[in-house]
């Protein structure tokens, strides 16, 4: 994603991308356009206008018969509950979510349901979650392919699930540098934050160390704030 330098030129195209798209009525790409705008405000902490901005893209989609719309739209309150109310909140409504029956869930969802439980001491919903997802080795290289990764390795980390903390580190080894966005623009920052993770979960502080630190950096360079 675009670091806050590169801000006021990337929103000058996305307003042009925009406008080309109004006029022929597309629906999909309307969608695409509006919830970009959302999510950026999103990550700048702007949460009330994102809130506004999602909701009209999603009636918009919604009218415009985009398949898709109502999930997406659910993920961005799922994040926005997450920010808000902490992961224990976040939690409370999963559980209910996962007890309704006939309900799929793809690896994305589930990773990040681990990395929220772990992150609201609830081992148990972590484990299972985490189990659910079988070989990090085999999943998709979709858009959200790093960001379902690291979600694993921050739950493998605070499991100090050391087989998964090793396959899981050695799989980020050659993505360190690059961000962790998901297929609706969400990032949770840098990979090596993850690496970070892994490590300490491993008992190798000197590395972890390192990999924040280089975390840190590189989520000062794209604007990174939640």
Not at 1 to 11: G, I, K, N
Not at 72 to 94: C, I, L, P, T
Not at 211 to 225: I, K, P, T, V, W
Request: hydrophobic residues 45%; proline residues 4%; charged residues 25%.
């Amino acid at each position: 994603l675009v670091p806050d330098r590169d801000w006021e030129r990337y929103a000058a195209k996305q307003e042009r991308m925009t406008s080309a798209v109004k006029g022929p009525h597309f629906g999909e790409a309307t969608f695409y356009c509006a919830r970009l705008q959302a999510q950026r405000l999103f990550q700048n902490g702007r949460f009330a206008e994102a809130d506004q901005r999602w909701r009209e893209a999603y009636e918009q989609a919604a009218r415009a018969g985009v398949s898709y719309a109502e999930p997406f739209y659910r993920a961005h309150q799922f994040s926005a509950k997450n920010v808000r109310e902490g992961a224990k909140a976040v939690v409370e409504r999963a559980r209910a979510v996962l007890s309704a029956r006939g309900i799929i869930l793809g690896p994305a969802i589930l990773a990040n349901l681990c990395r929220v439980a772990a992150e609201a001491g609830d081992l148990e919903l972590a484990t299972v979650q985490l189990q659910r997802l079988g070989d990090p080795a085999e999943l998709p290289r979709s858009i959200g392919y790093l960001h379902t990764v690291a979600s694993i390795a921050a739950g493998a980390a605070v499991l100090v699930d050391r087989p998964r903390c090793e396959q899981l580190r050695d799989i980020l080894t050659p993505h360190a540098d690059l961000n962790t966005p998901d297929a609706m623009g969400a990032y949770i920052g840098s990979v090596s934050h993850f690496r970070g993770l892994l490590h300490a979960a491993l008992d190798d502080h000197k590395a972890a160390a390192h990999f924040f630190e280089r975390a840190h950096d590189r989520n000062l360079a794209m604007g990174y704030r939640v």
